[in-house]
């Protein structure tokens, strides 16, 4: 996606680099992707939309973070 505004190259790369890093630990977040009405908005950066996901996923996802903490 060509873009003359920096930041919104900047949201797709750090939506895709979260993606992989997820998938790393075999996360899938269904609906992760780039708010496009902040996108599209007068927002000063714009947003990164994690979406929903199940309550397994939300676990998985849990745990993940309590181990990183726990380093």
């Known amino acids: 996606m060509l873009s003359h505004f920096p930041h919104d190259q900047d949201v797709h790369d750090c939506t895709e680099a979260l993606?992989?890093?997820?998938?790393?630990h075999d996360i899938t977040l269904p609906s992760l992707g780039v708010d496009l009405?902040?996108?599209a908005?007068?927002?000063a950066?714009?947003?990164v939309a994690l979406g929903?996901?199940?309550?397994?996923?939300?676990?998985r996802l849990t745990d993940v973070l309590h181990?990183?903490?726990a380093r």
């Open 41 to 43: 908005g007068s927002y």
């Open 67 to 69: 181990k990183a903490a």
């Open 52 to 59: 929903s996901c199940n309550t397994e996923t939300a676990r």
């Open 45 to 47: 950066l714009p947003l």
């Open 19 to 24: 993606r992989t890093a997820l998938r790393a």
């Open 37 to 39: 009405p902040g996108l």
